[in-house]
Nanobody, 131 residues
């Protein structure tokens, strides 16, 4: 079965760091773009970052640029999200997700920001940023 499992969340003070991991099983991770999303209490799920196959490109929403770094280690079937200088507004459940194959050739190798462009989701890991 095709699965993604997130880990690494927790409680951290503003200005500190956390590193999230997303481990894939049941498919070849290196062939897919992988996105990180988050959902705060009472908020819509939003795309945070995405990394394309082979790390050829990546994307970030403006609010995390310069603070978060996405990376991948395909030999370990894992994608990471390094979160530095955390802010309270970073609080939420963080999900990783696999890009959906479409009628566009090799589209799943690349990035997108919208929820509908992803087909396999992890269960999420809670990140709480508070003093």
């Amino acid at each position: 079965q095709q699965q993604l499992v997130e880990s690494g969340g927790g409680l951290e003070q503003p200005g500190r760091s956390l590193r999230l991991s997303c481990v894939a099983s049941g498919f070849t991770l290196r062939m897919f773009g992988i996105g990180w999303f988050r959902q705060g209490p009472g908020k819509e799920r939003e795309g945070v970052s995405c990394i394309a196959s082979a790390g050829i490109s990546d994307t970030y929403i403006d609010s995390v640029k310069g603070r978060f770094t996405i990376s991948r280690d395909d030999a370990k079937n894992t994608v990471y999200l390094e979160m530095n200088n955390l802010k309270p507004e970073d609080t939420g459940v963080y999900y990783c997700a696999r890009r959906r194959a479409t009628g566009v050739y090799m589209a799943h190798r690349f990035c997108a920001q919208d929820v509908g462009s992803y087909d396999i989701w992890g269960q999420g890991t809670q990140v709480t940023v508070s003093s």
